[in-house]
């Protein structure tokens, strides 16, 4: 390292930081789908579907989570309907 | 029996194989008994990083479909009598594996070594799931860099979910193993630290083995670079074996030795 890229490093973030911060949303992201059973997705398509048929939702709009506690398992399905 | 240990990463060109070699050489070397397979069906190199390609005969394929027998086709390490090698096949059947095969050859195996290294492929197919299914430990080889650190949490998923151990309700040991590590890009933020690998998959650490010309060195000679001990990461391949075997002892080579101020002045 010289003098002139001690100088530059100064002025914009460490990539390396850069580099943590995007690892750490996208493996969060990925260990949250992994820990779903295997049919979630579709199951999530297939329930949009149905909503559909009724009112007009984007896949953003609905949320399915799969909750397991002790001796239960919650399926938690949140749909937000446009105004 | 034998504890099966798998190196694995998901991403390749990490260094599995180079770890692989020196790892199972560090162990034989330690007196225990030792295989390493090469599970790179169609993509061997462990020979070639071994130094022992000329002596393929048979191999884990051929010992699968009971064309030879193990004692054919298990090569002796030329440098440590207690080290053997069982070749990858060259045949493109990536179904050459079979678990029942794969589980046969490893029972075989079982019977008369202490440790079982399996070299695994790049890649989340067969060879790399059959690599990884019997395992006790797993030896996460991993870059500091952003791909690889994505490809060995994928493979962890992978581990906890779709290996023996997993499936049989049962904790597989997994180590992370960081190579190519360069402390002074590390210094200067451009580098992921050990730390940060360390944060974001969140198993123990086994070593970091400091990136050096002595690896290339090795390859080019057939020789694991653990027989290197003048060099850093020999060295740190050294500490990783001793490591496994649970010893406690102080990571090396993961900060920077300081040049001198001229020439850090001139960038030399």
């Not at chain 1, 949250?32 to 949009?48: G, H, T, V």
């Not at chain 2, 500091?144 to 906890?160: A, H, K, Y």
């Amino acid at each position: 390292m010289s003098i002139f890229n001690y100088f530059l490093n100064k002025r914009q973030p460490a990539s390396a930081s850069v580099a943590k911060e995007r690892l750490q949303i996208l493996v969060a992201h990925e260990r949250s789908r992994r820990s779903q059973p295997d049919y979630m997705e579709k199951m999530q398509l297939e329930i949009l579907e149905v909503i559909r048929k009724y009112v007009e939702v984007d896949q953003e709009q609905v949320n399915i989570r799969l909750d397991n506690s002790d001796d239960c398992s919650i399926l938690e399905l949140n749909v937000t309907l446009p105004d | 029996m034998a504890k099966i240990i798998v190196v694995t990463s998901g991403k390749g060109g990490v260094g599995k194989t180079t770890s692989s070699a020196s790892i199972g050489t560090g162990l034989a070397s330690r007196g225990f008994k030792t295989v390493i397979i090469d599970f790179d069906v169609g993509l061997r190199n462990l020979d070639l990083i071994m130094g022992c390609e000329r002596r393929v005969v048979y191999d884990f394929v051929n010992v699968i479909n009971t064309e030879a027998s193990l004692n054919q086709a298990l090569i002796r390490d030329k440098r440590i009598p207690t080290l053997s090698i069982l070749p990858a096949s060259q045949t493109r059947d990536k179904e050459a594996l079979t678990r029942e095969g794969v589980q046969n050859v490893l029972d075989q195996l079982s019977k008369t070594f202490d440790y079982i290294v399996c070299d695994s492929p790049a890649g989340i197919e067969r060879g790399a799931q059959m690599a990884l299914y019997f395992a006790d430990i797993a030896i996460v080889v991993t870059n500091p860099e952003v791909s690889s650190v994505r490809d060995s949490d994928r493979i962890l998923g992978i581990l906890q979910s779709k290996s023996r151990r997993a499936e049989k309700g049962e904790i597989i040991e997994e180590h992370l193993l960081l190579t190519r590590y360069n402390p002074q890009r590390v210094a200067i933020g451009e580098m992921l630290s050990v730390e940060d690998v360390k944060d974001i998959l969140a198993i123990p650490l086994l070593g970091v083995i400091p990136e050096s010309e002595a690896v290339l060195k090795a390859s080019n000679q057939g020789t694991p670079v653990i027989h290197d001990q003048e060099s850093t990461s020999g060295m740190a391949y050294d500490d990783a074996v001793r490591r496994l075997l649970g010893e406690d002892i102080p990571h090396r080579f993961v900060d920077i030795t300081r040049k001198n101020f001229f020439k850090r002045l001139i960038g030399a």
